[in-house]
């Protein structure tokens, strides 16, 4: 086994990125494979680089969507770059303390709310109309280097043409300073066993065979993780699973938008402990619109007209366990729907944002509702289910480490979590390899 590393890690989203950086710090040998490609060559605006290469919408059997990421970074490069840390309520009911983790994480990160004049003034107007309903909002910490961004600019979810906000790829090129090997377009399919263990992986490469040997494999590639552990024989993977499910509602106030706004620079997490919601003020940009729009048939056709000046708030809720990836059907990737329960809490925050919006100035009928769709594919390869504490699975030197570990649905930003998660696994991972 001469191409032998202490740790494999698959998948470069958050999860991944950080166990690749922290162990390569660590001086340990570490492979970190893509499935997705670099797209640096496009000045970064990742949704388009996604939809041109590989559509990152799942569809569900009941035809809903659910956003995930082919790419350097996962899904972290096009993200809103909202920062919210693990919640106590889920890790402590698994005995799990990420506190460390995640103050670590914060400074690295550049954690913090917006200073005033990045935040906007649909959003400051959307904040002003809520408080005086009597709700609770206030700024919201970002994952953004204040000295890079700028006022009156959404394009956080387009990947971040100023790279002002944190992605993986930042712990990524970390890891690669500190000796990683990287490989794009890669992606891995089984686990190599020998003797009962874990011994490497293997996948394909522009569709080559490749096999690569490793003491620790430590899976991070989300979704991915379930059919990579069932072809392995753990079936337990992806049976039942979250994705926060989340619903835009745009309101046209005149002289004001969010198309040009700091997504999510304000809101509330106000209703969180109680009802699992939260609120914040985003809007699909043109390739999420592109994306979702055609799936609404004629009834896009106000939202289309009313793209670029409607003021969005997002409600995004912790779903219930529900569901089932199915890893290797060509048809659909997974089953998934809102519960009753899922479309109650949705229907609690739509009507909040109605009120806000309909405070701050937009009348009544110019607010539409998009349907519920998920971002956020995760819990299903659950702690305490599929990996234990220190996120072993039952197959020795297998781990798993992204938002498909968590043990259920966080309803929440993921990114902090799951950098947290990856420093505390290498942590273990370096005590397993002294
Ligand atoms: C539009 C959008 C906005 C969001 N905004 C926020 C936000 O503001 N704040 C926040 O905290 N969260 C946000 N999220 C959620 C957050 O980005 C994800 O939950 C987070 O990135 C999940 O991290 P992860 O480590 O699980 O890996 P992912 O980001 O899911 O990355 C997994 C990686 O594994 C790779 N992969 C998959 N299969 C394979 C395979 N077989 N072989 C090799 N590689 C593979 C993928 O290509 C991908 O790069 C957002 C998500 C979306 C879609």
């Not at 496009?42 to 809903?64: E, H």
């Not at 009156?152 to 906000?165: I, N, V, W």
């Not at 059919?227 to 979250?242: H, K, N």
């Amino acid at each position: 086994m001469s191409n032998e590393y202490d740790v494999i890690v698959v998948g470069s989203g958050p999860g991944g990125a950080t166990v690749a950086r922290e162990m390569s710090r660590r001086g340990r040998k570490v492979l970190l494979c893509e499935r997705g490609g670099n797209w640096q060559a496009l000045g970064n605006t990742l949704s388009l680089a996604m939809l041109m290469q590989w559509v990152p919408l799942i569809f569900s059997k009941q035809a809903n969507v659910v956003m995930a990421a082919s790419n350097y970074g996962g899904a972290s490069v096009i993200s809103c770059g909202a920062a919210v840390a693990p919640p106590k309520k889920v890790f402590d009911k698994v005995g799990i303390d990420l506190s460390a983790e995640a103050e670590e994480a914060r400074s690295e990160m550049w954690i913090d709310v917006l200073a005033d004049e990045l935040v906007g003034k649909t959003n400051y107007r959307l904040l002003e109309a809520a408080n005086d309903l009597g709700y609770h909002w206030t700024k919201t910490e970002r994952f953004v280097d204040q000295t890079r961004c700028v006022p009156d600019c959404s394009d956080c979810m387009l990947g971040c043409p100023r790279s002002a906000k944190w992605s993986a790829r930042i712990y990524g090129d970390d890891a690669l300073r500190h000796g990683a090997e990287v490989v794009f377009n890669t992606r891995i399919s089984d686990i190599i066993k020998q003797d009962g263990k874990a011994v490497g992986v293997s996948g394909t490469r522009w569709g080559k065979k490749v096999q690569y040997y490793g003491k620790k494999i430590v899976l991070s590639s989300g979704v991915g993780n379930v059919g990579i552990l069932r072809r392995a024989g753990l079936s337990e993977a992806g049976r039942s699973f979250a994705v926060d499910w989340l619903q835009f509602i745009g309101g046209v106030i005149p002289g004001m938008n969010t198309v040009h706004e700091q997504p999510m620079a304000v809101g509330t997490l106000e209703h969180y402990e109680s009802d699992g919601i939260i609120i914040l003020p985003v809007f699909p940009n043109w390739a999420m619109l592109a994306a979702m729009l055609p799936l609404k048939g004629a009834a896009a056709i106000p939202w289309i007209k009313n793209a670029f000046n409607s003021t969005g708030i997002m409600v995004k809720i912790q779903d219930e366990l529900q569901g089932e990836i199915y890893p290797d059907n060509l048809l659909y990737t997974c089953s998934k729907e809102p519960t009753a329960q899922d479309k109650k809490r949705l229907q609690k925050g739509v009507d909040i944002i109605r009120k806000v919006l309909v405070k701050a100035g937009a009348p009544s009928e110019s607010i539409m509702e998009l349907a519920p769709s998920g971002a956020h594919p995760s819990a299903s390869c659950r702690i305490g289910e599929v990996v234990d504490k220190n996120l072993q699975t039952r197959l020795d030197n297998v781990f798993c480490c992204d938002a498909s570990v968590v043990p259920e649905s966080l309803g929440l930003p993921v990114v902090w979590t799951a950098v947290s998660l990856g420093k505390r696994l290498s942590k273990h991972l370096d005590k397993q390899l002294s």
